[in-house]
């Protein structure tokens, strides 16, 4: 597929935001399947962590 313009690649035929939307949901749970993980193990870190505090103060 070849393009004349910017403004055709933005376009595309009259479909961009079709395209250009789907890019951008595929990028959000890209990003959302790296970043969820880390941050349920620092959660679980903390609550650990706080658990662990428990556990000392009531020996």
């Given amino acids: 597929m070849s393009f004349a313009s910017f403004s055709d690649i933005i376009h595309m035929g009259g479909h961009g935001f079709y395209v250009w939307l789907a890019y951008g949901v595929g990028f959000a749970i890209l990003g959302y399947n ?3 993980p880390k941050m349920k193990r620092n959660a679980l870190k903390k609550r ?7 556990e000392k103060l009531a020996k």
């Fill in 34 to 36: 790296l970043v969820a």
């Fill in 48 to 54: 650990l962590s706080q658990q662990l505090k428990r």
